[in-house]
């Protein structure tokens, strides 16, 4: 069973950047990796997912062009780039694991971290 703790959120302009990291506990490398993200009063969305072998990157369009996906599976790290940073990317943003990495159904996600916070002032 993975356990997944994200870090690296916080408080940044718009225009700035953000790396965020996903440490999970074991066996990264048997799941897809993802993260998802949720603003207030929104629903939870899909950023972007990841092939076990990280042969294969998927993203959300909002965020495509912004935002890359890497893994490590020697370190366990699943990790999420973010530049340009807007106001509306503001939200938690949730690391997942799953089987699938082409998928953007939050149910197929079997393990979800706690979530960390990302703000974008304007």
């Known amino acids: 069973q993975a356990q997944l703790v994200e870090s690296g959120g916080g408080l940044v302009q718009a225009g700035g950047s953000l790396r965020l990291s996903c440490a999970a506990s074991s066996l990264t490398s048997s799941y897809a990796m993802g993260w998802f993200r949720q603003a207030p009063g929104k629903e939870r969305e899909f950023v972007s997912s990841?092939?076990?072998?990280?042969?294969?990157?998927y993203y959300a369009d909002s965020v495509k062009g912004r935002f890359t996906i890497s893994r490590d599976n020697a370190k366990n790290t699943v990790y999420l780039q973010m530049n340009s940073l807007k106001p509306e990317d503001t939200a938690v943003y949730y690391c997942?694991?799953?089987?699938?990495?082409?998928?953007?159904?939050?149910?197929?996600?079997?393990?979800w971290g706690q979530g960390t916070q990302v703000t974008v002032s304007s």
């Open positions: 990841i092939s076990r072998s990280a042969s294969s990157t």
């Open positions: 997942v694991a799953g089987i699938l990495a082409d998928t953007r159904e939050p149910t197929q996600y079997y393990y």
